[in-house]
């Protein structure tokens, strides 16, 4: 079964630092897609950024970037210069084609200001 | 922004009673999935359809059955509601490219 984990139930960065997500996923597959949604306080589901696995080089996005090491498994989310507004659960998730995706259980990031 | 939206936004039901929510897609995608939402659980996908009248099961499905006739709309039943089925329910739709997009959710709450 496919599984993806997300080891920090919580972080918290302050305001204009760095911040690292960890995703771990579980897969014997070659070709997925990797995505982090954010859910702010709204509870609306937002894609920050996907990674399609065939590609080497780590998706960016403005501040969020992601460190990719398919070997390892791992599918991390760097955001830069965290502002205020950055606030939310992020989930990571996985996904085979068209198929479902899978997510992880979430960290919740708090920004202190 | 994806046009998708579920119906209805909030809902108290007894116990006992069928419920339907409904979610409506102007995107024309092919796939379309119902997640509930938990705390300490993520989403966690209860049906997907591939098609007009293809559906299938995900991972926490017992209690709840879909329904697509159309390719705009995709409605989630729960026959006889319980309390364990108290939950925010999202709606999702993807395109070729495998991006999901999601409604603004439904939060049901049953006494």
């Known amino acids: 079964a496919q599984t993806v984990t997300q080891s920090q139930p919580e972080m918290s960065v302050q305001e204009a630092e760095t911040v690292t997500l960890s995703c771990t996923y579980d897969t014997s597959e070659s070709d997925y897609y990797l995505f982090w949604y954010k859910q702010p306080p709204s509870r609306q589901m937002i894609l920050v950024i996907r990674?399609?696995?065939?590609?080497?080089q780590n998706a960016t996005e403005n501040r969020f970037s992601v460190n990719f090491q398919k070997a390892a498994k791992s599918f991390s989310l760097k955001i830069s210069d965290s502002q205020l507004g950055d606030a939310a659960m992020y989930f990571c998730a996985y996904r085979i084609g068209n198929e479902k995706l899978t997510f992880g259980t979430g960290t919740r990031l708090t920004i202190i200001p | 922004d994806a046009g998708i939206t579920q119906s209805p936004r909030h809902k108290v039901t007894e116990t006992g009673t069928p419920v339907t929510l409904r979610c409506h897609q102007t995107e024309n995608h092919r796939y379309m999935y119902w997640y509930r939402q938990d705390p300490g659980h993520g989403l966690r996908l209860i049906h997907y359809s591939y098609g007009v009248k293809d559906t299938d099961k995900g991972e926490v499905s017992d209690g709840y059955s879909v329904s697509r006739s159309k390719t705009e709309d995709f409605l989630l039943t729960l026959e006889s509601a319980t309390s364990s089925q108290t939950s925010v329910y999202f709606c999702?739709?993807?395109?070729?490219?495998?991006?999901?997009?999601f409604g603004q959710g439904t939060r049901l709450t049953v006494v």
């Open positions: 999702a739709i993807s395109d070729e490219r495998g991006e999901a997009f």
């Open positions: 990674q399609e696995a065939y590609k080497q």
